[in-house]
């Protein structure tokens, strides 16, 4: 037998938000999705140069990618159930921080071990943005507007694969060199770690789940 608590958050308003509150808080959320997609596409055009500086090995090219996939999908069932019995605001802020963590020891890192260790702490917190991100949004708009915001989702998407590679042979060929792919993501980062600070206000509903880690 299943209990819930509800208990409500600082900044919380009674009854269902408005489509304006809605919007301000959704775009903090587009902006962390944002941040997960360009995590993946934006090292693209540097691996070669990332491989060749590092003295890596054929499979060091593979798990700079891999790595961050596979912690991706490990802990986004994870972060799901969290979202059962911790406020959704601090994790997703606390997503972001870890995407930012990784990110710094990515761009810091003298082999291609470091490197693929940062890109797996990248990878926890893409997981963790990934899945809260339509956790929030279900939390916020009702299943029959749901349709009206998930364009914006979509938008998101298509941007970050499009715009990801792009900026990240831009920012290769530049004097940040390779190292510099992993800043892009970081303003974006900061900057939805403060509109959720803002915008985004939830009741923190509490069930009596279980993790299997």
């Given at each position: 037998?299943?209990?819930?608590?509800?208990?409500?958050?600082?900044?919380?308003?009674?009854?269902?938000?408005?489509?304006?509150?809605?919007?301000?808080?959704?775009?903090?959320?587009?902006?962390?999705?944002?941040?997960?997609?360009?995590?993946?596409?934006?090292?693209?055009?540097?691996?070669?140069?990332?491989?060749?500086?590092?003295?890596g090995t054929q499979s060091g090219y593979t798990w700079v990618v891999v790595s961050t996939l596979l912690a991706m999908t490990a802990t986004t069932p994870i972060w799901g159930k969290l979202a059962d019995l911790f406020s959704k605001k601090l994790l997703v802020q606390s997503a972001l921080v870890i995407y930012t963590v990784g990110s710094l020891i990515s761009?810091?890192?003298?082999?291609?071990?470091?490197?693929?260790?940062?890109?797996?702490?990248?990878?926890?917190?893409?997981?963790?943005?990934t899945a809260l991100v339509q956790v929030v949004i279900a939390s916020m708009v009702s299943p029959r507007e749901r349709g009206r915001y998930s364009g914006y989702i979509g938008a998101v998407f298509a941007t970050a694969t499009v715009s990801g590679p792009l900026i990240g042979g831009l920012v290769v060929d530049s004097p940040l060199g390779w190292r510099g792919c992993f800043f892009v993501g970081l303003p974006f980062?900061?900057?939805?770690?403060?509109?959720?600070?803002?915008?985004?206000?939830?009741?923190?509903?509490?069930?009596?789940?279980?993790?299997d880690y």
């Open positions: 037998m299943s209990t819930e608590t509800t208990t409500p958050e600082a900044g919380t308003t009674a009854g269902p938000m408005t489509h304006r509150q809605v919007l301000e808080a959704l775009s903090g959320l587009l902006l962390a999705m944002f941040v997960a997609m360009l995590s993946s596409t934006v090292v693209t055009n540097a691996l070669p140069r990332i491989v060749t500086d590092l003295e761009a810091a890192a003298p082999s291609m071990e470091v490197l693929i260790a940062g890109r797996v702490v990248q990878g926890v917190g893409v997981g963790g943005l980062a900061a900057l939805a770690f403060y509109v959720h600070q803002r915008r985004l206000h939830l009741p923190v509903v509490r069930r009596d789940v279980s993790i």
